[in-house]
Protein backbone atom coordinates (compact mmCIF):
# COMPACT_ATOMS: atom_id res chain seq x y z
CA UNK A 1 0.00 0.00 0.00
CA UNK A 2 1.25 3.18 -0.87
CA UNK A 3 2.46 5.20 2.21
CA UNK A 4 -0.01 8.25 2.87
CA UNK A 5 -0.66 11.40 4.94
CA UNK A 6 -3.26 11.79 6.94
CA UNK A 7 -4.76 14.87 7.13
CA UNK A 8 -3.46 17.86 10.13
CA UNK A 9 -6.89 18.22 11.44
CA UNK A 10 -9.48 16.35 12.58
CA UNK A 11 -7.71 14.87 15.32
CA UNK A 12 -10.21 14.44 18.41
CA UNK A 13 -8.14 12.85 20.96
CA UNK A 14 -4.89 13.51 22.66
CA UNK A 15 -1.48 12.93 20.62
CA UNK A 16 -0.78 9.54 23.32
CA UNK A 17 -4.26 7.68 22.01
CA UNK A 18 -3.65 8.49 18.19
CA UNK A 19 -2.71 5.82 16.20
CA UNK A 20 -2.60 7.03 12.40
CA UNK A 21 -3.74 3.91 10.33
CA UNK A 22 -2.53 4.13 6.94
CA UNK A 23 -5.78 2.44 6.34
CA UNK A 24 -7.88 5.71 4.68
CA UNK A 25 -9.14 7.57 1.70
CA UNK A 26 -9.36 10.80 1.10
CA UNK A 27 -13.12 12.04 1.47
CA UNK A 28 -12.80 14.18 -1.95
CA UNK A 29 -14.55 17.14 -0.64
CA UNK A 30 -17.60 15.08 -0.08
CA UNK A 31 -19.78 16.73 3.71
CA UNK A 32 -19.80 14.36 6.19
CA UNK A 33 -23.29 13.16 6.75
CA UNK A 34 -23.71 11.04 9.65
CA UNK A 35 -22.17 8.78 12.34
CA UNK A 36 -21.44 4.99 12.44
CA UNK A 37 -21.41 3.13 15.58
CA UNK A 38 -19.86 -0.43 15.32
CA UNK A 39 -19.15 -3.38 18.08
CA UNK A 40 -15.17 -5.07 17.39
CA UNK A 41 -16.36 -8.49 18.40
CA UNK A 42 -13.07 -8.62 20.21
CA UNK A 43 -11.86 -12.15 22.13
CA UNK A 44 -12.85 -11.34 25.82
CA UNK A 45 -8.61 -11.80 26.80
CA UNK A 46 -7.69 -9.19 24.41
CA UNK A 47 -10.14 -6.36 25.29
CA UNK A 48 -8.38 -3.04 26.63
CA UNK A 49 -5.08 -4.32 24.74
CA UNK A 50 -3.90 -1.31 23.47
CA UNK A 51 -1.36 -3.13 21.08
CA UNK A 52 -3.64 -5.75 19.26
CA UNK A 53 -6.20 -1.78 18.84
CA UNK A 54 -2.72 -0.79 17.33
CA UNK A 55 -1.92 -3.84 15.16
CA UNK A 56 -5.66 -4.04 13.86
CA UNK A 57 -5.27 -0.33 12.84
CA UNK A 58 -2.02 -0.78 11.08
CA UNK A 59 -2.46 -4.16 9.30
CA UNK A 60 -2.81 -3.86 5.91
CA UNK A 61 -3.50 -7.32 4.99
CA UNK A 62 -7.26 -6.04 6.43
CA UNK A 63 -9.38 -3.77 4.68
CA UNK A 64 -11.32 -2.63 7.48
CA UNK A 65 -10.57 0.42 9.80
CA UNK A 66 -12.08 3.08 11.90
CA UNK A 67 -12.06 6.78 13.12
CA UNK A 68 -12.18 6.12 17.01
CA UNK A 69 -12.41 2.99 19.04
CA UNK A 70 -13.60 2.83 22.60
CA UNK A 71 -12.18 0.78 24.79
CA UNK A 72 -13.69 -1.04 27.65
CA UNK A 73 -12.54 1.63 30.66
CA UNK A 74 -13.89 4.67 28.20
CA UNK A 75 -10.54 5.31 26.84
CA UNK A 76 -11.16 6.84 22.81
CA UNK A 77 -8.67 5.63 20.67
CA UNK A 78 -8.35 7.37 17.35
CA UNK A 79 -7.22 5.70 13.82
CA UNK A 80 -7.89 7.73 11.31
CA UNK A 81 -8.77 11.76 10.96
CA UNK A 82 -12.15 12.55 11.00
CA UNK A 83 -10.99 14.78 7.89
CA UNK A 84 -10.39 11.40 6.09
CA UNK A 85 -12.45 8.60 5.21
CA UNK A 86 -11.82 5.44 7.28
CA UNK A 87 -13.19 2.26 5.68
CA UNK A 88 -15.60 0.94 8.76
CA UNK A 89 -19.09 0.70 6.85
CA UNK A 90 -18.57 -1.78 3.35
CA UNK A 91 -21.22 -2.03 1.32
CA UNK A 92 -23.96 0.72 2.94
CA UNK A 93 -26.51 3.12 1.97
CA UNK A 94 -28.44 5.27 3.69
CA UNK A 95 -31.28 6.86 1.56
CA UNK A 96 -32.49 9.87 4.37
CA UNK A 97 -29.23 11.67 2.97
CA UNK A 98 -28.96 10.48 -0.62
CA UNK A 99 -26.61 7.86 -0.16
CA UNK A 100 -27.28 5.08 -2.68
CA UNK A 101 -24.42 4.39 -3.63
CA UNK A 102 -21.63 1.39 -3.10
CA UNK A 103 -20.43 2.64 0.28
CA UNK A 104 -21.40 5.66 2.97
CA UNK A 105 -17.31 5.96 3.73
CA UNK A 106 -17.08 9.20 1.93
CA UNK A 107 -19.72 10.57 4.32
CA UNK A 108 -19.55 9.13 7.83
CA UNK A 109 -17.51 9.07 10.82
CA UNK A 110 -17.33 5.65 12.43
CA UNK A 111 -17.36 4.47 16.20
CA UNK A 112 -16.55 1.54 17.40
CA UNK A 113 -16.90 0.26 20.72
CA UNK A 114 -14.85 -2.71 22.08
CA UNK A 115 -16.70 -5.77 22.79
CA UNK A 116 -17.29 -9.41 21.80
CA UNK A 117 -21.09 -8.54 20.59
CA UNK A 118 -23.60 -11.38 20.25
CA UNK A 119 -22.82 -14.72 22.05
CA UNK A 120 -23.27 -17.89 21.10
CA UNK A 121 -25.32 -19.90 22.95
CA UNK A 122 -25.11 -24.16 23.67
CA UNK A 123 -26.32 -26.37 26.31
CA UNK A 124 -27.53 -23.28 28.27
CA UNK A 125 -24.13 -21.72 28.44
CA UNK A 126 -22.75 -18.94 26.60
CA UNK A 127 -19.47 -18.76 24.48
CA UNK A 128 -17.87 -15.78 22.13
CA UNK A 129 -17.91 -15.60 18.21
CA UNK A 130 -14.89 -17.25 19.22
CA UNK A 131 -15.64 -20.71 20.98
CA UNK A 132 -14.74 -19.77 24.33
CA UNK A 133 -17.16 -19.96 27.34
CA UNK A 134 -18.48 -16.40 28.62
CA UNK A 135 -17.28 -15.65 32.17
CA UNK A 136 -19.76 -12.48 32.79
CA UNK A 137 -23.12 -11.85 32.88
CA UNK A 138 -24.53 -11.14 29.22
CA UNK A 139 -27.58 -9.10 28.75
CA UNK A 140 -30.88 -10.81 27.11
CA UNK A 141 -32.73 -9.65 24.17
CA UNK A 142 -35.45 -11.47 22.59
CA UNK A 143 -33.65 -15.00 23.51
CA UNK A 144 -30.67 -13.64 22.44
CA UNK A 145 -27.36 -12.63 24.45
CA UNK A 146 -25.05 -9.87 24.25
CA UNK A 147 -21.88 -8.83 25.78
CA UNK A 148 -23.05 -5.87 27.83
CA UNK A 149 -21.45 -2.67 26.78
CA UNK A 150 -19.48 -0.77 30.30
CA UNK A 151 -21.30 2.41 31.61
CA UNK A 152 -17.10 4.13 30.61
CA UNK A 153 -18.11 2.81 27.55
CA UNK A 154 -21.25 4.40 26.84
CA UNK A 155 -20.26 7.63 28.65
CA UNK A 156 -17.33 8.26 26.50
CA UNK A 157 -19.52 7.21 23.52
CA UNK A 158 -21.99 10.15 24.34
CA UNK A 159 -19.59 12.61 24.91
CA UNK A 160 -17.91 12.05 21.61
CA UNK A 161 -20.74 11.53 19.54
CA UNK A 162 -22.12 14.81 21.07
CA UNK A 163 -18.97 16.80 20.16
CA UNK A 164 -18.87 15.06 16.80
CA UNK A 165 -22.40 15.91 16.22
CA UNK A 166 -22.43 19.26 17.04
CA UNK A 167 -19.49 20.19 15.21
CA UNK A 168 -20.53 18.89 12.18
CA UNK A 169 -24.20 19.80 12.50
CA UNK A 170 -25.33 16.25 12.09
CA UNK A 171 -28.76 15.81 13.04
CA UNK A 172 -29.81 12.84 15.49
CA UNK A 173 -31.72 10.84 12.85
CA UNK A 174 -28.38 10.44 11.15
CA UNK A 175 -26.66 8.93 14.10
CA UNK A 176 -27.18 5.10 13.41
CA UNK A 177 -25.83 1.70 13.58
CA UNK A 178 -23.73 -0.12 10.92
CA UNK A 179 -27.15 -2.11 11.14
CA UNK A 180 -29.33 0.69 9.89
CA UNK A 181 -27.20 1.17 7.24
CA UNK A 182 -26.14 -2.31 5.87
CA UNK A 183 -29.54 -3.58 7.06
CA UNK A 184 -29.73 -7.84 6.65
CA UNK A 185 -26.00 -7.99 6.38
CA UNK A 186 -24.96 -6.54 10.14
CA UNK A 187 -26.83 -6.21 13.03
CA UNK A 188 -23.94 -3.86 15.05
CA UNK A 189 -23.97 -2.45 17.70
CA UNK A 190 -27.05 -4.54 18.46
CA UNK A 191 -30.47 -3.71 19.93
CA UNK A 192 -28.66 -3.63 23.39
CA UNK A 193 -26.80 -0.25 22.67
CA UNK A 194 -28.85 2.04 24.79
CA UNK A 195 -29.55 5.02 22.38
CA UNK A 196 -31.06 7.26 24.35
CA UNK A 197 -28.09 7.95 26.44
CA UNK A 198 -26.23 8.00 23.67
CA UNK A 199 -27.86 10.83 22.12
CA UNK A 200 -28.94 12.52 25.68
CA UNK A 201 -26.71 15.31 24.68
CA UNK A 202 -28.10 16.73 21.66
CA UNK A 203 -30.86 19.45 21.31
CA UNK A 204 -33.31 17.09 19.70
CA UNK A 205 -34.46 14.54 22.86
CA UNK A 206 -37.76 13.42 20.63
CA UNK A 207 -35.12 11.08 18.84
CA UNK A 208 -33.57 9.86 21.58
CA UNK A 209 -36.17 7.90 22.54
CA UNK A 210 -35.40 4.46 20.07
CA UNK A 211 -33.29 1.45 19.40
CA UNK A 212 -31.29 1.04 16.02
CA UNK A 213 -34.15 1.04 13.17
CA UNK A 214 -33.15 -2.80 11.68
CA UNK A 215 -31.77 -4.13 14.87
CA UNK A 216 -34.31 -4.63 16.57
CA UNK A 217 -36.57 -6.33 14.23
CA UNK A 218 -33.56 -8.28 12.63
CA UNK A 219 -33.06 -9.51 16.01
CA UNK A 220 -37.40 -10.75 16.75
CA UNK A 221 -36.63 -14.10 15.85
CA UNK A 222 -33.29 -14.89 15.90
CA UNK A 223 -31.58 -17.80 18.33
Given at each position: ????T??K?????D???RI?????SSR?GK??????V?TT?A?RE????R???E??F??TS??????????R??T?L?????D??A?H???????R?G?NG??V?L?AIGI????L??????????????G??????PV???G?Y????????IA??TK???K???????D?????????V????K???E?IF??????????EPE???R??????N??????
Open positions: MAEKPSTGWWVERDNSPKFKKIKLIVHVPTLDNSRIRWKNSTASSHFVILDGIQGVSTDAWAGESKWPQLISNWDLDTGRLKTKGGQCFDAYSPYKGTEFNNFDPFTDEQSALITLANFYHISADIVGHCDSPGRTDPPPWSQALSGLELCETSRWCEQWTSKS
